[in-house]
Nanobody, 117 residues
Framework: QVQLVESGGGLVQPGGSLRLSCAAS????????IGWYRQAPGKERELVAT???????NYVDSVKGRFTISSGNAKNTVYLQMNSLKPEDTAVYYC???????????WGQGTQVTVSS
C-alpha cells in the first residue's frame, strides 16, 4: 500500500508561483511513475506532469515552460513548481503513483489551487 499526501496549494494572483509537494509513504520502492493531475469544476481530471523512477519527465502542452516536476533527494517526495500561473490553472491538484508490475495506482486527497486577482 502507498499513501500520498499533497500540500502547498492556495490562492495566488495571476503571474504568481506556487510549489506543490507530494509526500509518499508505504511500499514506494515499487512505484514506477508519480504524476500530478488536476480537475477544474465541471471538467474531467487531466494529467499535468509525470516523473518516472529514472527521472524522465513529461508535461501537458498547456503547462510546458511554466511548470516543473521534480523529486526530492530521498525520492519519497515529488514537487510541482508552478510559475506564471493563469486563472485557467485553477483546479484541485492530485498526486498519483503507479506501480507497473501489479497494475495498481494510488491517489492523494488533493490540494486546491486558485489563481485569481
Amino acid at each position: 500500500q502507498v499513501q500520498l499526501v499533497e500540500s502547498g496549494g492556495g490562492l495566488v494572483q495571476p503571474g504568481g508561483s506556487l510549489r506543490l509537494s507530494c509526500a509518499a509513504s508505504g511500499s514506494i520502492f515499487r512505484i514506477n511513475v508519480i504524476g500530478w493531475y488536476r480537475q477544474a469544476p465541471g471538467k474531467e481530471r487531466e494529467l499535468v506532469a509525470t516523473i518516472t523512477s529514472g527521472g524522465i519527465t513529461n508535461y501537458v502542452d498547456s503547462v510546458k515552460g511554466r511548470f516543473t516536476i521534480s523529486s526530492g533527494n530521498a525520492k519519497n517526495t515529488v514537487y510541482l513548481q508552478m510559475n506564471s500561473l493563469k486563472p485557467e490553472d485553477t483546479a484541485v491538484y492530485y498526486c498519483n503513483a503507479k506501480r507497473g508490475d501489479l497494475g495498481l495506482e494510488y491517489w492523494g486527497q488533493g490540494t486546491q489551487v486558485t489563481v485569481s486577482s
